[in-house]
């Protein structure tokens, strides 16, 4: 029931990013997921059992931490300090390869 | 009509389940308890989608079932090591399990379930006898019939994994 953080490679699967990048604002369960499936338009949905794995998952590894419960006893997490710098080093990875495509589909002349 | 029901009914499929309670939650009634065999409805105007886990057993199920119930996901019933959540269908709450890994333990849960209950009716046609009914064992013939309909499901959710471990190692 774990959620797979890391594909070959060290690079973040795009629920656990999705999910550390709902967190740098403190988030509940349900606003996760609205959240993500708002700002991707629909395309990534996580429905509420998948969610749990993921939650569960990244609070064990501390890259998300438990902000202390609201009255209405709703569990509210944010992200931690070693959680964003998960998040820095995959939009380092991301930068670098998307800069690696732009080269080499948009700058033939360049690349030879 | 009255405004509660009570239907008695056996699924060896979740799948059939969850479709035939869905049906009921689109004719006006909702699940307020499982026990054993007996399904008991009340009226309401609402309508509700059902979702059955095979969570029982889980060590965290306290958190699993609170962090649900937080994603508008309510638990109705605990069954027969299941666990049965109702969501509004307005609020378009789609399936609980969304991503390859947590499906493949989700019918690796039920792989589990479905061979309990087979060792069971197996250990019931071992032992023979039973009630007759015109010459011919009761007990036998529903535990037959019980038992093939576990291992047809077990096929299902065999494929299932086979499909989703393809998805995720390829």
Redesign the interface.
């Known amino acids: ?4 953080e890391y594909i070959k490679g060290g690079a973040l699967t795009e ?1 656990t990013y999705l999910t550390l990048l709902a967190l740098y604002t403190p988030r ?3 606003e996760m ?1 609205k959240f993500i499936k708002e700002c991707t338009h629909g395309r990534v ?9 993921a ?2 998952a990244l609070e064990k590894k501390q890259l998300i931490a438990l902000v202390s419960s609201e009255a209405a006893d ?2 509210v997490y944010q992200i931690t300090e070693a959680g964003r710098q998960v998040v820095e080093q995959e939009l380092l990875r991301l930068k670098q390869i998307h800069a690696l495509g732009v080269q080499i589909v948009y700058g033939g002349e360049q690349h030879e | 009509m009255s405004d509660q029901k009570v239907s008695i009914r056996f699924f060896v499929d979740l799948e059939r389940e969850e479709a035939w309670l869905n049906r009921q939650s689109d004719r006006g009634y909702m699940l307020v308890k499982k026990r054993f065999l007996c399904y008991e409805f009340q009226k309401s105007d609402t309508k509700y989608r059902y979702h059955i886990d095979p969570c029982g057993y889980r060590k965290d199920w306290k958190s699993y079932v609170s962090f649900l119930e937080e994603c508008q996901m309510t638990l109705v019933s605990q069954s027969m090591g299941c666990c049965y959540f109702k969501s509004r269908s307005e609020d378009n709450v789609q399936e609980l399990y969304t991503d390859c890994q947590s499906q493949r333990s989700y019918y690796w849960r039920r792989v589990w379930l479905l061979l309990l209950l087979l060792l069971l009716s197996l250990s019931v046609i071992a032992r023979g006898r039973g009630p007759y009914l015109c010459n011919i064992s009761i007990s036998m013939t529903v535990n037959t019939i019980i038992a093939v309909l576990c291992c047809l499901n077990l096929f299902k959710c065999a494929r299932k994994i086979g499909q989703l471990s393809k998805e995720l190692y390829e």
């Open positions: 029931m774990t959620l797979k629920s509940h369960g349900y997921m949905v996580l429905g509420a059992g998948t969610l749990y794995g939650v569960h709703k569990k």
